[in-house]
Every structure is written in structure tokens, then in C-alpha cells.
């Protein structure tokens, strides 16, 4: 119990930044809520006198979801922490080390699906809404879609094409899931329960069994090793070293994401038109392979006469030839959905240029990973996913004047061309002593 | 007398059919302090694995606390230290918080020993793992090793990464904290000298195999250098039992024998009507001359 409570307590405040958020979501989601309880605003939109300014009420409004968002944000340290002991000798020789952090990281996603749960429950206390069903509503979604989230960045940060695969997955049930609850509320929890349910009992499965199953993972690993070939080929060094030698894997395997998605967005009777959005995403996930490629283009700098520059625009090239394989697979898949579902042709126009965006973006972003990731970077990625996912909600939208499409996705051709000159300086003049492992896991992540 | 600590019988381990270790029987008693040697690739990592039970044995067993070492309960955990080759410590924690959380998964913890430790090592605890130097984080990572007081510390070259001077110091420290009445310590290492100076008891690796064990003693008196001085030119036929390598120059010879006892020594003078003399080596020339 000690030592479940003591990595609970790290994850939440493992480092400045965290403590810092995680207090905020404290005091942010506790006082909004007892501020929206007590002291309710827009009391003078119901025919009371207004207590607060427009501005004031609209802080007391947001608070518990800021609070909520920075509580769900606290225990970052989660995945990572789990990664690097999971992978740990230690963890072998810890007593019961296993099943503690197993339990601890349960027991983390249901603490923030508790929070959060009461948190929305006393934002609607004094609503007519039933509490008790607001609660289990709010604490189902919240558990299931923090699962997913973990796994997510888990995966991601474990790095390779097949983390990436796996990942984007999740990805799209983690988005699927909490908007389909969200947006129907008379849809049954059975779904999310048994998602989560069956998230678990895989996860904790192969987690606790992993001693027993590296034999046997490992024969067929080598086993898939012998049927896919070498991924070496005379020729192919460049390939070979930065990652970008099997590019139908990862190509292929987005197939299987997005057709669980079309099972469960066509049993919500989605419209046709989310496809683009969803699509985008994935462009985006797929193309952060690239942030591993300064790391791994340090042995060819090695070894090869190339300029810093010379290496940059090789690699890049590299990153195109793969990215081709996946993003013509994502662009054939739109195609055939947007057929299949009779997707405004508008749409589909515009959407399939905005995948190629997405691609080129990420891409790009992931290249401009050199060193160790700082919060320009971190602000960068965010304006470029919401920037996407704004010009993915106007491509869907039919009320949206074509020359706004257009406009936006000039806009983020633009900015791949700022992106890639950033990447392209980052590369000029790449310090290999501040590029290292671990700092591109975590980039990627 | 006290049970072994750990006890392996015909103990091998094979990856995809090659053997890395093959046929290896030791025992570990309270109080010992183990060094291992062997050239690279000779199986060291694999043996003290397989002690930690983090990979089950393709032959033989490995009992530690007389537990199966790959099924070992909690309370046997409990029990053991481990320092691996390359630190796992976790970057975004302080060294603090690291060893906070290692220690809350024992039922005892000397803070006291750690706290002690830490400002003779100079490990600034409150300093994040991942603006550590490869120093600092090897002797943070054998502090989270040892706080719980094991019975039986393992550590495979924990300061392959420490200057000579820190690397003496820091070595004989770790002994005399883990090593001290019961306890034992298994230590596997590249520098001989350490072992010569620390271990009471040596083992070395040699093809696979166990190739000799016991006290440093022992073995110094087992394999020796003889120098043999002959009044007339020795025969080119010249056979000394046991011998490693020889070297025959006119009326003098030198050979590295194995296996040497003082019994042998007068019947070898007799046998060559030579006057012999017997040199010990150090355990590096020892561990050289075996794998030359």
C-alpha cells in the first residue's frame, strides 16, 4: 500500500511543473465548484439579480474545468514513469514490484476519473438533472478515455513504427468513445464499461505475464523477422539506419484503426463528413515517426561525408518516399469512405489536400526535433494540431464559404514551409551531443 | 551451519539454441564476498540473472533463499539488492524522489545508511536524475541497491563508470556496508584488481563455463609461474604436467602450470635434475595467463 501511495503521490508531483499543475487543478476544481455552488453565476439570466460581471461570471463558470483539465494533466509523469520501470530490472527483484505499479497506475486513472466525475456533479448540482446518473456518466467517460490516454502516451513514448500503430488505435477510440457518450446521453454505459474493462484485463495481463511471455514473444518476433525479410538491403543504408526501411508496416497496420473506428461511428450514426477530421489526426500521428530521425541520423553522420545540410535534405527525402506509402493509404481510404458514404465532394477535395498537410506538418515538426524539447516546440505542435483540426471542422462544415477552406489550407502550406526552413536551420547546425535517445522518446511522446 | 544463500546445480541457459552458459554449480554462503570474472561474452550478466531470476535457466536450477529463483516470493525480494551494468533511474525525478519511491516498496528502509551514504558519495539528492553526471547516477543507482540492507547484494561492474580513485574507495564502502556479518555480496567486474583486493571468494568465466571458483589463496597457490634452472641444456622434449604455456631458453625454462602443489615440486626437481623456483602471480596475471 506504501509503495502504491508513494507512486501515486510521484506521479501527481514528480516534478515542478507538475506539482504546479496539479495544485491548480486542486484549488482551480474544488473552489470553481464550490464558487459555481454557493455563489452561482448567471443568476440574472433566470430573472435574479446578477451578482458578478459578465467577466467575472464567466471566470467562476470556467474554473472547475480548468481545474479539471490540469487535474487530468497532473499525473503526466504516469506514462513515463511506468514505461522506464516496467522496462527495469528492478522491477524483478522489487517485492510484488508488478502488481504495485500496475495497481498504482489503476489506481491513478481512477483517482482522476473520481475528481473529475465530482467535479461535474457539483457543476450541476443545482440543475434538475439526476446527480446520481451525472456522476456514473461523468465517471465512466472520464475512466475510459484516461485509460486510452495513458496507453496512448505509453505507446507513443516507447517509440517505433509499431508504438506509433498501436497508438493511433487508441487514439481514435479515445476520441470516439467520450464524444459518442457526450454527444448521445440516453446511449448505454455497457460500452464504455466494457472497453475499459477489456483495456485493463489485456493490459494487466500482459504486464503481470510479461516474464513468462519474452520466450515466446521473442520466437515470434523473430519468426515475423524472417517473413518480412532484412530491413537492410544494399542500397537502402540510409533507410536502414533512420528507420524508414519498411514503410508498408506502419502504412498497412492504419487500416485496422480506422476500421474499428467505422464500426463504432457507424453505430452512432456519425455523419460521414467526422471522417475528415479523424483522418487528419491520424496523418498527424503517423507522421511524428520523424522525430526519431535526427537521433538516429547520427550514425550516418558518422559515417557518411555529408554536410549537416546535405544529411538534412536525404533524411527528409527519406521521410517523403515513406510518408508516401502511409499517406497514399490514408488518401485511398477517404477516397473509398467518402464513396461509400456519399461524402460532399467538396469534402473530399478538400480533405484529401488537408491529409497531405497534416503529413507535411508533422513531418516537418517532427524533423525540427534536435534536441531536447522546450515549450516553442511544445507551442508549435499545439498551434499546428489545433490549426488542423480548425481547417478539418470548415472542410467538413458545407456552411463554410470555399474561400475560407482555401484560405486555411494556404495558411498551413504556408506554415509547412516555415516548419521545414526551422527544421532545415535546426539540422544546419545540429549539436549531436544535444541529441540523444531518450530526448527524442520523449519528443515523439 | 547456515543454509547457502544461493545454491545453482548444473545451471545452463541457452538464447535460440547457443549456449551462453553451460553446466555451472556454485553456492554463496552468508558473510562471502563473490567476484566474478571473465572476458567479455563469457556469461557473467547471464549467470547473475539468472541468480535474480529474470530469465528461467534451459538446464539445471538456481535457488536463492531456497526459492527457485525465478518463482521467488515477495519476502525473498525483500532480501536482495541489485545494481544493474546501466543505471535505471527514472530522468524527470530528483534523486530524492527516486530513492522514495524504490524504498516504499521494502518494509525497511535505513535512511539513516542512505542519508550517510549520499553526502560521502556527494550525491546531491536534490539534484533531477537526468542533470546527473554517469557517476553520480551509478552511485545514486547503488544506493536505491542497498537502503533496504539486502542479504545478498548482486551488482554487475558497478563503477566501470568511476575514476580510479573514486572507483577504490567507493568499492571497498559498498563491501564493508553490505558485506558486514551475514551478508553477502556478488560483485561481477573487468578490473581484477578490484576482486583481488575485495572478493573472499572468485569465480571465472571461461568459455561457457565455470572455469575455477574458490578463495584468491587457493588459486594463487594453484597456478603459479616455475622457473626452472638446469646445469645443462633442458631437452627439447621438455614436459612440465599441468602446464599452461612454456618457455624453454638454453638451460632455463619458465612455464605457467595449474593445478601446482608442493608435492609436485619435488618430484618435478628430481625428475629434470633442475633447481626450481616458484613465483606466485597476481590474479591479473592469473586471469591472462588463463585466457591466453
Redesign the interface.
Known amino acids: 500500500m506504501?509503495?502504491i501511495?508513494?507512486?501515486i503521490y510521484?506521479y501527481f508531483t514528480?516534478?515542478p511543473l507538475l506539482r504546479f499543475i496539479t495544485l491548480a487543478g486542486l484549488v482551480a476544481g474544488i473552489g470553481g465548484a464550490a464558487l459555481n455552488l454557493y455563489l452561482p453565476p448567471l443568476t440574472g439570466g433566470s430573472g435574479n439579480p446578477a451578482r458578478f460581471s459578465l467577466a467575472q461570471e464567466a471566470v467562476i463558470f470556467l474554473l472547475p474545468v480548468a481545474g479539471l483539465l490540469c487535474f487530468v494533466f497532473g499525473p503526466s509523469?504516469l506514462p513515463?514513469?511506468f514505461a522506464?520501470?516496467a522496462?527495469?530490472?528492478?522491477l524483478?527483484?522489487?517485492?510484488?514490484?508488478r502488481t504495485?505499479l500496475l495497481a498504482s497506475a489503476l489506481a491513478t486513472v481512477a483517482l482522476t476519473a473520481l475528481f473529475a466525475a465530482a467535479i461535474v456533479t457539483l457543476y450541476y448540482y443545482k440543475t434538475p438533472l439526476v446527480l446520481d446518473l451525472i456522476f456514473e456518466r461523468a465517471f465512466a467517460v472520464s475512466f475510459v478515455t484516461t485509460s486510452f490516454l495513458y496507453v496512448v502516451l505509453w505507446l507513443t513514448g516507447k517509440g517505433g513504427a509499431i508504438g506509433l500503430l498501436v497508438g493511433s488505435f487508441v487514439m481514435v477510440a479515445t476520441l470516439v468513445l467520450p464524444l459518442r457518450f457526450i454527444a448521445i446521453p440516453s446511449t448505454s454505459l455497457a460500452m464504455p464499461w466494457t472497453a475499459g474493462a477489456l483495456l485493463w484485463t489485456i493490459f494487466a495481463t500482459g504486464f503481470l505475464l510479461a516474464?513468462r511471455l519474452?520466450?515466446p514473444l521473442g520466437r515470434l518476433r523473430?519468426t515475423l523477422s524472417e517473413l518480412t525479410g532484412s530491413t537492410y538491403r544494399g542500397g537502402g543504408e540510409i533507410d536502414f539506419l533512420i528507420g524508414t526501411a519498411r514503410p508498408w508496416t506502419l502504412a498497412a497496420g492504419q487500416i485496422v484503426p480506422i476500421a474499428i473506428a467505422t464500426y463504432v461511428m457507424s453505430r452512432a450514426s456519425w455523419a460521414p463528413v467526422a471522417w475528415v477530421f479523424f483522418l487528419t489526426i491520424i496523418s498527424v500521428t503517423t507522421g511524428a515517426v520523424a522525430s526519431l530521425a535526427a537521433t538516429r541520423g547520427r550514425a550516418l553522420w558518422l559515417r557518411a561525408r555529408w554536410t549537416r545540410a546535405e544529411l538534412f535534405h536525404r533524411v527528409e527525402n527519406a521521410f517523403w518516399r515513406y510518408n508516401c506509402y502511409t499517406l497514399g493509404v490514408l488518401l485511398l481510404l477517404l477516397v473509398g469512405i467518402g464513396d461509400s458514404l456519399a461524402l460532399p465532394t467538396r469534402a473530399l477535395a478538400f480533405g484529401m489536400g488537408l491529409l497531405a498537410l497534416g503529413t507535411a506538418l508533422s513531418t516537418y515538426i517532427g524533423l525540427t526535433v534536435t534536441a531536447r524539447i522546450g515549450w516553442r516546440d511544445a507551442a508549435l505542435a499545439v498551434i499546428v494540431m489545433l490549426a488542423l483540426m480548425r481547417t478539418a471542422v470548415h472542410v467538413s462544415s458545407p456552411a463554410t464559404p470555399t474561400t475560407t477552406i482555401v484560405a486555411y489550407e494556404i495558411g498551413l502550406a504556408a506554415l509547412s514551409l516555415i516548419v521545414r526552413e526551422l527544421a532545415r536551420r535546426r539540422w544546419g547546425r545540429l549539436d549531436w551531443m544535444l541529441c540523444r535517445p531518450?530526448t527524442a522518446v520523449r519528443a515523439s511522446a | 551451519m547456515n543454509s547457502p544463500y544461493i545454491a545453482a546445480r548444473g545451471l545452463g541457459k541457452s538464447f535460440g539454441g547457443k549456449p551462453v552458459l553451460a553446466d555451472v554449480s556454485f553456492t554463496v554462503e552468508p558473510g562471502d564476498v563473490v567476484g566474478v570474472l571473465g572476458k567479455n561474452g563469457a556469461g557473467k550478466t547471464t549467470l547473475l540473472e539468472l541468480v535474480l531470476g529474470f530469465t528461467p535457466a534451459t538446464a539445471g536450477s538456481v535457488q536463492l533463499f531456497g526459492y527457485d529463483s525465478y518463482r521467488l516470493p515477495g519476502k525473498a525480494k525483500a532480501r536482495v539488492g541489485f545494481v544493474p551494468q546501466q543505471d535505471e533511474l527514472v530522468n524527470q525525478l530528483t534523486a530524492a524522489d527516486q530513492i522514495g519511491v524504490i524504498a516504499s516498496f521494502y518494509p525497511k528502509w535505513d535512511d539513516e545508511l542512505v542519508g550517510r551514504l549520499s553526502r560521502e558519495w556527494e550525491v546531491d539528492l536534490n539534484q533531477r536524475v537526468k542533470n546527473m553526471s554517469v557517476g553520480q547516477r551509478q552511485k545514486l543507482s547503488i544506493l536505491v541497491g542497498l537502503g533496504h540492507r539486502p542479504d545478498v547484494l548482486i551488482l554487475d561492474e558497478p563503477v566501470a563508470s568511476l575514476d580510479p580513485v573514486a572507483r577504490r574507495q567507493f568499492l571497498e564502502q559498498i563491501i564493508e556496508v553490505a558485506a558486514d556479518g551475514n551478508r553477502s555480496v556478488v560483485f561481477s567486474s573487468h578490473i581484477v584488481s578490484d576482486v583481488e583486493r575485495l572478493a573472499s571468494k572468485i569465480w571465472i568465466l571461461k568459455d561457457r563455463r565455470m572455469y575455477w571458483q574458490g578463495d584468491f589463496d587457493s588459486l594463487k597457490d594453484s597456478v603459479v609461474r616455475l622457473h626452472v634452472r638446469a646445469t645443462s641444456p633442458l631437452p627439447a622434449s621438455l614436459e612440465i604436467p599441468n602446464a599452461l604455456r612454456l618457455e624453454r631458453n638454453g638451460t632455463t625454462a619458465a612455464a605457467i602450470v595449474q593445478g601446482w602443489h608442493a608435492q609436485a615440486q619435488e618430484a618435478l626437481a628430481q625428475g629434470l635434475g633442475a633447481e626450481l623456483e616458484i613465483e606466485q602471480l597476481t590474479l591479473e596475471e592469473i586471469f591472462l595467463e588463463l585466457h591466453r
Open positions: 506504501k509503495a501511495a508513494r507512486l510521484t514528480g516534478t509523469l513515463a514513469m522506464r520501470l522496462s527495469s530490472h528492478h524483478y527483484v522489487l517485492p510484488h514490484g504495485k516474464p519474452d520466450a523473430q531518450d
